[in-house]
């Protein structure tokens, strides 16, 4: 009777094993992918926001247009951005290898690139979000003085800046991550 009351136990506790949450690994893979998955789109918005960004303004001396290829700081803006969708990418799909394989594609120096690789792109990130809301605060203070005040084109590059800011901080919580996956060395 008891031998059978052992058993029973066993067979409880093996189910809940089996049946309990996902190990800690597999939670962290697949909360990169969606941090992934987020940086992406905040970036693909932000890419788009900051192409179609152009102002129209009339004035006495006839109509002054401005795009976003006219000021430097958003031109180093959307090279960010393009390098940081770039490596966003390719995380994603090895993101996507690493949930559905449960294996690195590249062992331990796979996790090493995910990790310096994270911390380069989120630098990359902020500080294109930086010269683009600088710039625009600049340039609007600016134009204001001289009576353009651009108002729209300003308003749509901030958004763009601030969805780069969003797409940075999906990117450096992801690091955060992959620093908790990299392997131990004693």
Do not use: W
Request: hydrophobic share 50%; glycine share 6%.
């Amino acid at each position: 009777m008891i031998e059978g009351k052992e058993n029973c136990t066993n067979l409880i506790n093996f189910r809940m094993d089996s049946n309990s949450a996902p190990s800690s690994s597999t939670v962290s893979r697949s909360v990169i992918l969606v941090l992934r998955v987020l940086t992406f789109v905040f970036l693909l918005i932000a890419l788009i926001l900051i192409s179609v960004t152009k102002g129209t303004e009339d004035t006495t001396n006839g109509s002054v247009e401005a795009k976003f290829s006219d000021i430097h700081a958003y031109r180093y803006m959307i090279s960010t951005i393009v390098i940081g969708f770039v490596y966003n990418l390719m995380q994603m799909v090895l993101s996507i290898f690493n949930v559905v394989s449960e294996k690195h594609v590249c062992g331990d120096f796979g996790y090493v690139f995910d990790f310096f690789g994270d911390k380069i792109i989120s630098y990359f990130l902020i500080s294109g979000s930086a010269a683009g809301y600088g710039a625009s605060e600049d340039l609007h203070r600016f134009f204001k003085a001289e009576d353009l005040p651009f108002n729209s084109f300003f308003a749509k590059a901030n958004a763009s800046a601030s969805l780069l800011l969003v797409g940075f901080l999906c990117n450096a919580i992801a690091s955060i991550f992959t620093s908790f996956a990299l392997p131990k060395k004693a």
